[in-house]
Structures are given as C-alpha cells and as structure tokens.
C-alpha cells in the first residue's frame, strides 16, 4: 500500500462512518412524525379544560400520554402564517420571509394573502425529510400552495370541514404512509373570531376537532405504533370590544392621500394591518423628517387612554425580534383592541368577537402564547416542559424523523423528546 492510500483510507472510513451516523441532534432511529395544528388554540383551555368547560378527552390525554408546554413563546406577529412557517422551519419571520398573513401591499384592497410554498426562504421539515428520501403529505397547512417538498398534498375542499379533513389524513395514513403527515384545523379560529375566545361555538368546534384529532391519531398509531404524534397551535386569543383605525389618523395627517375610490392614491406612510397590533411603514426609511412626525402623532394617540395604545416601539426597540425588514415601528394595542383597515370614518369603533395579532414577548401578552403536546417513543409521559420557544419544535420533530434542519439553531426540547 502506498503511503497517499495509507492516509486516505482511515479518511474515507471516517467520512463513511459521518454519513451513516444519525444526523446532529436526531435521536437514535427514525420514526414517522404525525404533525396537527389547531388554529387558534390556547394552552389553558387544554391544561385546565374542566374550568373553560372542555369536554377534550384526546388533548386531555396527550397530557397524560407525553411531555407538554405550559404555553410557548410564538413569533411576532402572532397571527397565522408567519408562525406557520416558524413551526415547519424553526426560524423566524426576518429568516423564512413570511412576515404577515398578507404581503404589505398599501394600494391594495384586500390584497392576496401568503400562499405559495415558493415565498417561504428557509428550509422547511417538508423539505429536509424529501432531501432524507422520506415521504411527505400535508392537508391544508398555511404557504404550501404548490409545495415540490411535499408529495401528497391535497387542498380540495372546505378548510372548515373538520370530519372530512380528518377522512382524508386517514386515507393518506392508510394508503401513502407518509413519513411527514402535517394537518391543520383552522375551523376554531374561525369561530373564536366571530363570536369569542371562549364562546359556546368556538368551545364546540374545539369539541368536534378533539374528535377528528382522535381518529387521526388512532390511524397513525395502527400505521406504526412507533410514531410521534406533535399537536401545537400558532397563537392565542383574546375578546375584543374596540377598533382602532390608525390609517384613519395618517389620512387625516396628510401621510396618505385617498383617491375617489376610497384607496390609497400615494402615501408616505402607512400602517400595516395586523390586528392586535400594527407595523409602520415609510415610503423611504432614510426620511427622518417624516418619521419624526409620524412618531409624534402615534405618541399623541397613545396619549389618550380611549385610543387603546398600549406602547409604541421604534426600530432600535424591535430589532432582533425578526419582524418584516420594512416594519419602522409596532403599535401594540391594549387587551380588547386591534387595528382596523378604513382608511376614511372614525378614528375609533365598537367591536365584538375575537382577535390576536398583539405584539408578545417573555413578559407582554401571555394571552398570545401557543399551545404544544407530543407523544411517542422516547417522549417522557406526564412531564411540563414549561414555557418554551416555538423555534425549539422544528428542530424537536427533525430530530424525531432523523433528518438535518441547520438553519433551525434553537436547541431541540431535550426534555420532550430524548
């Protein structure tokens, strides 16, 4: 043997040994990985179910059964598709590129809404279990419009219908197997927003949903009994009795200019809508002189305790939150408010039914925090992992299927799931 062959070898023995090893942070073995969200969902109506008048026995097993949070610490802003994306990808909105539930698009009347699996900029669990060879399915989850990640991908139908989308997730269990199955109930968040977080309608939607999740549950189990079941949700609720037109304040300023219609004809700022709070936009960021007044008037409202505001934060008090690159400013409102879209009427309106959207960190707005369940091989049972942030559970369910998310950097739940 040559010397160069005599270095070599071990080398090529030791490279071969990396790619045969489970991937950095994966448990030993691969196991199949049932992921449900349910829009919408607060922790407490699941921890403490008999006070919210819950009749929940498949959640309320999960607590028994496996490991589960306390609340978590979702992104902002705490609507739907940003934290969506956050749950498949472990990063934030500045990182995956989905920034609201709708584009910031001032001129636009109901602009489209994130949809296409092409906007999302980081790599998503659907994509790190295709580039492992496993087999991924989904069923109506946000942003995954004509998603090449995801092999059975099936979004005929009403996103409402909680039996048939549990009908379907067993079809693909029983025939596709997929490694990946994602499912999304957003039929209580519907509900929560007509008629109140915590509504008889909405408390019997979470009712039927607990009884779709069961049988979804029950499918993948039969599939392959060493499946990890992960239900989480994307953010919390609150009843509203206000809206607060902002724009309205910044036509009336002379930094939007309305045309005949009733849209916006130019601007050099505007608030884009979120709902419990709001990001502020300019025209050009480099324009101090407009940014300075436009601050002056948001303070101004924020004045007046009728106006709902609870704080307005400047860039340099945002930055490192991984909010949309054109957010100047957030106005965070007050319990009970959100935003409205009128850019003409009154300032302030009456409101009903429920909201979120508010601005939420460690220590503002705990009525935002998500909900996290888990089950299966390897995932302690009964065991309150406390509050915990959203980016931890991409990483965590990478690691159940044994495949590689770098971009994730949040260290798994080492105790949800070892």
Do not use: C
Not at 54 to 62: D, F, N
Not at 129 to 152: C, E, N, R, Y
Request: proline share 6%.
């Amino acid at each position: 043997m040559t010397p160069r062959r005599a270095v070599l070898l071990p080398m090529l023995f030791l490279l071969l040994g990396a790619l045969s090893a489970s991937p950095a942070g994966a448990a030993d073995g691969r196991h199949p990985v049932l992921m449900v969200s349910i829009d919408g969902l607060r922790p407490d109506v699941v921890l403490q179910a008999d006070k919210h008048g819950q009749k929940i026995p498949v959640l309320r097993g999960l607590l028994r059964e496996g490991s589960y949070a306390q609340a978590v610490i979702n992104v902002n802003p705490t609507v739907t598709n940003p934290n969506h994306t956050t749950l498949v990808t472990g990063v934030l909105p500045a990182e995956h590129g989905i920034y609201n539930n709708r584009p910031f698009a001032p001129t636009e009347k109901g602009g489209a809404g994130y949809s296409a699996y092409s906007q999302i900029k980081a790599q998503t669990l659907w994509g790190a279990a295709k580039a492992a060879g496993l087999t991924t399915a989904s069923l109506f989850w946000p942003v995954t419009g004509g998603a090449s990640d995801i092999d059975f991908n099936p979004r005929e139908g009403s996103d409402e219908d909680d039996a048939k989308i549990a009908d379907d997730a067993v079809a693909l269990i029983e025939t596709k197997r997929p490694d990946l199955l994602t499912v999304h109930f957003v039929s209580l968040d519907h509900e929560a927003h007509k008629h109140g977080a915590d509504s008889v309608e909405a408390r019997a939607v979470l009712e039927r949903i607990d009884t779709a999740l069961g049988r979804v549950i029950a499918a993948q189990r039969k599939a392959d009994p060493d499946s990890v079941v992960v239900v989480a949700s994307d953010h919390g609720f609150a009843d509203l009795s206000h809206t607060i037109n902002l724009n309205v304040a910044l036509v009336e300023a002379g930094f939007i200019t309305v045309d005949a219609a009733g849209g916006v004809q130019s601007w050099t700022a505007f608030v884009w809508y979120v709902g419990g709070s709001a990001m502020v936009v300019l025209r050009d960021p480099a324009d101090a002189a407009t940014r300075d007044r436009l601050s002056d008037l948001l303070r101004k409202l924020a004045k007046d305790p009728a106006n709902g505001i609870e704080r307005v934060y400047a860039r340099a008090e945002i930055a490192g939150l991984g909010l949309a690159p054109e957010a100047e400013m957030v106005v965070a409102l007050k319990t009970g408010y959100r935003m409205g879209t009128a850019l003409e009427g009154p300032l302030l309106a009456s409101a009903s039914g429920g909201g979120h959207g508010a601005f939420s960190t460690r220590t503002v707005r705990p009525d935002m925090r998500s909900a996290f369940f888990m089950t299966g091989p390897g995932v302690a049972a009964g065991q309150n992992l406390g509050v915990i942030d959203m980016r931890q559970i991409a990483p965590t369910v990478a690691r159940a299927l044994g495949v590689l998310l770098p971009a994730a950097r949040s260290p798994a739940l080492a105790k949800g799931y070892r």
